[in-house]
């Protein structure tokens, strides 16, 4: 029995006073004491800890898509190839992560609405910055963060710099394709218009796959971060419809309508229109 317990004790350390444990490493302590609700209401838990798994899945998109912006910048279209790979999976988990907040039935919402304030998934500055990097720009969607500085700077770089299709179309270029100077030294803070010399280009991308191999891996990859995003987006709109119906959203948005909006809006809209083309 001693002899089993020192082999265990050899092979898996269970002193841990001065060694690095699983909760120091995640920092558990903190992150697990951010869930605190301002109410004694049972639902408001399950609010909390939804929207903080988002934040930190929102925080790996942003991660991976900056590395991906370089590594497109840099010629490195593999890794970033498997940057958006990744991006991809993490947005189902998003996708997901409604179908557990939908749980919460309208009547259990309005037991803790009040104690929201004016806090709103609305002004969630990851979620605007990871809009940014994909190309949506909108400087009225910086103005909920000027009050923080060091959030602002950061929103404001990304908002004045490339997108990721804004890198894909440069590297584009760089293959031998005929892309418009317009496109190429444009002002980075105006959304991208669309293009009908770039969906030419597309389009010869799309109708010799294996001549152009990489670009056309690349214009799926990037059809499928916004496919997923769309999903995501549609999922947030019902989840909200079948909780709030048609209330004003508590940030003071519209709700539901402001949502639908974002549904008929697009970062590719040459990659989508290629389609009907081909």
Request: aromatic share 10%.
């Amino acid at each position: 029995m001693d002899s089993n317990k020192s082999r265990v004790e050899k092979d898996m350390p269970l002193d841990f006073e001065k060694r690095m444990a699983y909760g120091d490493y995640l920092k558990l302590d903190r992150l697990l004491s951010a869930q605190s609700p301002l109410s004694d209401k049972q639902d408001e838990m399950l609010f909390i800890i939804v929207h903080h798994v988002q934040e930190l899945w929102l925080n790996l998109i942003i991660h991976e898509l900056e590395f991906a912006i370089g590594n497109l910048r840099n010629d490195n279209a593999g890794l970033a190839f498997k940057a958006l790979a990744r991006v991809s999976r993490v947005q189902e988990q998003l996708v997901t992560a409604w179908d557990v907040l939908s749980t919460m039935t309208p009547s259990d919402y309005l037991t803790f609405r009040d104690v929201l304030g004016q806090a709103s998934g609305f002004q969630s500055y990851q979620y605007r910055l990871v809009e940014i990097l994909l190309g949506a720009k909108d400087p009225r969607m910086l103005l909920p963060h000027k009050h923080r500085p060091e959030i602002h700077e950061k929103l404001e770089a990304a908002f004045n710099g490339p997108s990721i299709y804004d890198e894909a179309v440069a590297l584009v270029g760089r293959h031998g394709f005929d892309i418009p100077d317009s496109l190429l030294n444009r002002d980075y803070s105006q959304n991208h218009v669309f293009s009908d010399e770039l969906s030419a280009v597309w389009l010869r991308i799309y109708r010799a796959p294996d001549k152009h191999f990489e670009l056309y891996e690349l214009a799926e990859e990037l059809v499928d971060v916004e496919d997923h995003f769309q999903q995501w987006r549609f999922r947030h709109m019902k989840t909200v419809e079948r909780i709030i119906g048609h209330k004003k959203g508590t940030g003071g948005s519209s709700g539901v309508g402001f949502l639908k909006t974002a549904l008929d809006r697009t970062f590719f809209p040459e990659l989508w229109a290629v389609r009907t083309e081909l």
